[in-house]
């Protein structure tokens, strides 16, 4: 008899926290519901979130190196079983989909299937000694020691030498599909940092270019950074099923299983307390911002996003609460004329963001998106994001004939350059979008596209040469 596990090894995820954010991205109570079930237990609390879920099974990134593994013993004449911590009826289900299996065993309420418990089920059934056992952690070392014969998938460093230690006869060990670390650091897209580089707007505009000033925004980037790398693992993993059926999406850390979803689950807390220490260095203030942030991206991820037009004004709140971070780091007061070029700007970009969806979505065939645009409202969105864009460009020209910035600047004629270049950057910016030549957030698309950071070269040069002149 071959002895199947589930979570971790013929799942490269976990059914426990599949289910888990599966409830909570139809409803943020179930967090709280899940707790009252686990004061009864880790079976409750399985019973619990097994009762009601929507998790498809056909959708689950399964290993296929198990699944040979399955499919070379039954073609050998052998039987194969699926025993699992997992609850009995999302057991049941995977086998039905998977028609590989000729028993199927999980847990129940009162009953956890797993360690030493498990261990006790199989040599009750199956005698000691009287089954091969395929697992992944260190839950499963007691189970291996029945096991006449012991394989670990994707299993630590650390579960390898103890299972060679304790194990009777050699182990076999199959390594994990793809390198934990670079997954993780995937998972967290550092590439959606550069959006922080806000932070450094204020230092610009008050050319507080000291040691310090840089510094404080640097800390306020590592903050922000951190914090919204926690925003990025709550946000996707409240989109596994959409992102699992997206020709692209898929292909996510935790969508693809790369990372599993218990691993994301333990990395939220992890990240907040980086960003929250780095933030709590330069002050209290930007303390509370940081967190003002994760709010208003959490209240995105789990609610805002599905509302049509809302969800462009959060994007652009966002934007705008980086550039708030860095003034309250450098401790300057933000210009009621920064503020309205941002919040036209990045009303401008969110607009092209959602464009650039619907151009894809039309590609594809589709009618309406997940946020409830249809394809027919790209020309509004286009306009949209042409006449705000165009609006901060004009704030911008208001606001470089003010007395304040006469007296700063140098030579403040020379900052009327940065004005053509940037009615330049929009107009392009939405054409492209419009084309469906995007395929990328449209501030990681402005400063990865050549010549996108031509003009970002051409209007640092114009501002140099103002400040120098």
Not at 174 to 198: C, D, E, F, G
Not at 214 to 240: I, M, Q, R
Request: net charge neutral.
């Amino acid at each position: 008899m071959l002895v199947v596990d589930l979570d971790g090894t013929l799942l490269r995820s976990d059914m426990l926290h599949e289910t888990l954010w599966d409830a909570l991205t139809r409803d943020p109570r179930a967090g709280l519901r899940a707790l009252g079930a686990l004061r009864r237990g880790r079976a409750a609390l399985k019973d619990a979130l097994a009762q009601d879920t929507t998790v498809r099974i056909e959708t689950l990134p399964f290993d296929p190196r198990v699944i040979a593994r399955i499919e070379a013993r039954r073609a050998a004449g052998g039987s194969v079983a699926l025993v699992t911590a997992t609850d009995q009826r999302l057991a049941e289900a995977v086998a039905a989909h998977l028609g590989l299996f000729d028993e199927v065993h999980g847990s129940a309420e009162g009953v956890n299937l797993k360690g030493a418990e498990k261990a006790r089920f199989l040599v009750d059934r199956y005698g000691r000694g009287g089954f091969d056992y395929i697992g992944d952690s260190s839950a499963d070392l007691p189970v291996w020691e029945a096991a006449e014969r012991a394989i670990s998938v994707g299993a630590s460093a650390a579960v390898r030498r103890q299972l060679d230690a304790r194990a009777g006869a050699q182990p076999e060990h199959l390594p994990p599909a793809q390198a934990q670390a670079a997954a993780i650091l995937r998972a967290l897209r550092p590439h959606q940092w550069l959006k922080n580089v806000l932070v450094f707007v204020p230092m610009v505009a008050d050319l507080a270019f000291d040691p310090r000033s840089f510094l404080l925004s640097l800390l306020a980037f590592v903050a922000l950074s951190f914090t919204a790398s926690a925003g990025y693992v709550v946000n996707d993993l409240l989109d596994l099923s959409d992102d699992r059926s997206h020709p692209r999406k898929r292909n996510r850390p935790f969508a693809s299983g790369a990372v599993s979803a218990q691993v994301g689950t333990a990395l939220i807390p992890l990240l907040l307390l980086v960003g929250a220490m780095a933030a709590l260095a330069v002050g209290p203030v930007l303390l509370g911002v940081v967190a003002l942030y994760f709010v208003a991206t959490l209240s995105y991820s789990v609610k805002l996003k599905q509302h049509t037009m809302v969800d462009i004004c959060m994007l652009a709140t966002l934007y705008t609460i980086r550039i708030i971070a860095g003034g309250v780091a450098i401790g300057v007061v933000l210009s009621v004329w920064l503020l309205a070029v941002s919040m036209f700007m990045f009303f401008s970009l969110a607009a092209v963001k959602r464009l650039a969806e619907l151009t894809d979505l039309e590609a594809a065939g589709r009618e309406v998106s997940r946020r409830g645009y249809r394809v027919e409202d790209r020309a509004v969105l286009s306009q949209m994001a042409i006449a705000s864009g165009y609006l901060s460009v004009l704030v911008l020209a208001l606001y470089i004939d003010e007395p304040q910035v006469q007296e700063k600047f140098g030579a403040p004629w020379l900052l009327w350059g940065v004005c053509p270049l940037l009615i330049f950057w929009i107009s392009r910016m939405v054409m492209i979008a419009a084309r469906g030549e995007m395929h990328d957030d449209p501030m990681i698309w402005a400063l990865e596209n050549r010549t996108s950071r031509k003009v970002m070269l051409g209007t640092a040069v114009f501002i140099a040469l103002a400040v120098l002149a």
